[in-house]
């Protein structure tokens, strides 16, 4: 049950959300994955926007309340390790094995939920229909061909991977691009590589407007990348 103080905190959230024109349920789900170092990340942008390739209640669920817990998650997880008190996501997901066992999995599963999910929100865009430009561009030809070549196989990793899991664009320790696919909410970055883009293939991020259609969506995100973005993960990957 909500307390006195939580409540006047989630109800002076809502009075800023509708101030800022942000949802206010949105806001307060922000406040319920707060008490600890990760907090969820507003999207970049209105639930409808990636309408009518992703739809807004679709958006909602996934945003507030699927990542929501992967941020809950993380954070109980790391209140029982204090051993690991100011370590980044990046750091705990690419140092796994020192992770101590007894929350490894909670940070391989809640850590890699919120990992994959703040980089899956930034490379989606509103302004969809942009095709990568300059060295990204030459890098795609050159591993896979052309852009469709790419796209063809990035959608097969996504219609290959059994269950729940991610296709991945990812660029490996010798700065060569490949197209992988993990299981869950596993990162890339556990296994020495930096993901670039991603396509969250669970039935959460496609369900309620594409059933079982699992191609249909990875046809729709596909036209909904933001190059930019990536690109510039491109470039600091490199760096
Ligand atoms: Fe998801």
């Not at 993380?74 to 992770?99: D, F, H, M, R, W």
């Not at 930019?228 to 491109?234: A, L, M, N, P, S």
């Amino acid at each position: 049950m909500m307390n006195r103080r939580s409540a006047l905190k989630t109800g002076a959230l809502g009075v800023a959300a509708i101030a800022t024109g942000l949802r206010p349920d949105s806001v307060q789900a922000q406040a319920q994955a707060s008490g600890g170092p990760f907090s969820l990340p507003p999207l970049p942008y209105a639930f409808d926007a990636l309408e009518p390739h992703i739809d807004a209640k679709t958006m909602e669920i996934h945003h507030d309340r699927h990542h929501g817990a992967y941020v809950n998650g993380l954070n109980q997880a790391l209140a029982k390790a204090p051993a690991l008190a100011g370590k980044s996501i990046e750091e705990l997901l690419s140092g796994l094995a020192q992770v101590p066992e007894a929350v490894r999995t909670a940070i391989r599963n809640h850590g890699g939920g919120h990992h994959n999910h703040s980089l899956f929100w930034k490379m989606l865009t509103p302004r969809g229909g942009a095709k990568p430009q300059g060295e990204l561009a030459s890098a795609l030809d050159s591993q896979f061909g052309s852009l469709d070549g790419f796209q063809d196989q990035i959608s097969k990793a996504a219609m290959g991977r059994f269950g729940s899991g991610w296709a991945w664009l990812t660029l490996d320790r010798n700065g060569k691009l490949m197209v992988e696919s993990t299981a869950n909410q596993d990162s890339a970055l556990s296994e020495g590589r930096t993901p670039l883009l991603g396509i969250d293939v669970w039935e959460h991020a496609y369900y309620l407007k594409y059933q079982y259609r699992r191609a249909d969506y990875v046809a729709a995100v596909l036209k909904i990348i933001d190059w930019d973005f990536v690109q510039e993960r491109y470039r600091a990957a490199q760096a």
